[in-house]
């Protein structure tokens, strides 16, 4: 028997904010949400390690024109960490390097957490994708060979102790882009003198958007085709840090062609164009007042439909 054809894919555009299980790579998630949505084009935003889970918005359509702009936003994480344990990777995925008892108090841990709130600079990783001469930093890893890394500057906005037991906290992190959370755990850890690693991890914001509008890949396979088109936001969710330009009519239509044109708005380096309330796509703004198109929606429109994911 033959087995039954693939309905051919269709053209799906939003963001679907996804509640990643853990153990699947980003990637993985990515193409399962593809398949259920039968998209014609699709990516995401950032990747979570297999072993994090939490917050990964997936781009559909005309959305993946904007994916980039999460790059570059503040984030926020639920860690546990797991004391007096190192591994050579800094989480739980990692071969064990060395075990020592652990005698702390509470107010030693919130000191030493306190440590590391503000401007601090981490060393990143040998296990992660930075790039070295074309090849990322985990195939040097993963051969046995140890490469210099340059300390990078970062930035903790907030961190606070959720809780404490003999040989595990929980943290909660606000950070700026380039943060690895591994190597605060591990950090905290040498500043206690016991070691630890990075247990547990679960992403609950990026910028604007969060984790409580998220859903997991077992509940959109349960809701039907139109119930998934309903869970997605418009493209411009992931730029409503921007400010907006609203254009009349035929400024709106010379724009959606590639045309600049004159703005006397609000200012701003980088803009998010409207015109007759449907989204345009990312201007610039350039000094002597013109918008100027830089990346632009196709005119067939969105499938997202006003999900709050922008709240």
Same mark, same amino acid.
């Given at each position: ?13 939003? !963001? ?8 699947? +790579? ?69 071969? /064990? ?6 005698? !702390?108090?509470?107010?030693? /841990? ?7 709130? @503000?401007?601090?600079?981490? !060393?990143?990783?040998?296990?992660? =994708? ?18 210099? *890394?340059?300390?990078?500057?970062? +930035? ?6 959720? @809780?404490?037991? =003999? ?5 909660? !992190? ?27 991890? *679960? ?10 509008? =998220? ?42 062609? @590639?045309?600049?044109? *004159? ?14 309330? *449907? ?25 997202? @439909? ?6």
């Amino acid at each position: 028997m033959n087995a039954p054809r693939r309905p051919p894919s269709r053209v799906v555009d939003g !963001v679907l904010l996804l509640d990643k299980a853990p153990g699947i +790579t980003s990637n993985g998630a990515l193409q399962s949400a593809r398949r259920l949505y039968n998209a014609q084009k699709a990516g995401h935003t950032g990747t979570l390690d297999p072993l994090a889970t939490g917050l990964l918005p997936l781009c559909f359509g005309e959305a993946t024109k904007f994916a980039g702009e999460l790059l570059e936003a503040d984030k926020s994480y639920d860690a546990v960490v797991r004391l007096g344990v190192t591994t050579d990777t800094a989480d739980a995925e990692g071969q /064990v390097l060395e075990t020592r008892p652990v005698a !702390v108090t509470r107010g030693q /841990v919130e000191a030493a957490v306190q440590r590391f709130s @503000g401007e601090i600079m981490q !060393v990143p990783p040998m296990h992660s =994708a930075l790039k070295r001469d074309g090849k990322p930093l985990y195939e040097y890893a993963r051969a046995g060979i140890e490469i210099d *890394r340059q300390p990078r500057r970062v +930035t903790i906005h907030a961190i606070r102790l959720l @809780g404490f037991d =003999a040989e595990t906290l929980s943290l909660s !992190v606000d950070c700026s882009k380039g943060t690895y959370i591994r190597t605060l755990a591990e950090d905290v850890g040498r500043v206690l003198g016991c070691g630890a690693h990075l247990a547990g991890l *679960r992403r609950t914001r990026i910028g604007r958007l969060s984790l409580d509008h =998220a859903i997991t890949l077992a509940e959109l396979t349960a809701l039907t085709l139109a119930e998934r088109d309903a869970r997605l936001a418009p493209a411009d969710s992931l730029l409503m840090d921007l400010p907006a330009a609203e254009l009349g009519e035929l400024d709106a239509t010379r724009l959606a062609h @590639g045309q600049p044109v *004159r703005w006397s708005g609000p200012a701003g380096g980088r803009l998010r164009a409207y015109g007759g309330g *449907r989204f345009l796509g990312l201007c610039l703004l350039t000094p002597d007042g013109y918008l100027t198109p830089r990346r632009l929606v196709a005119e067939h429109g969105e499938t997202g @439909g006003g999900l709050a994911g922008s709240a």
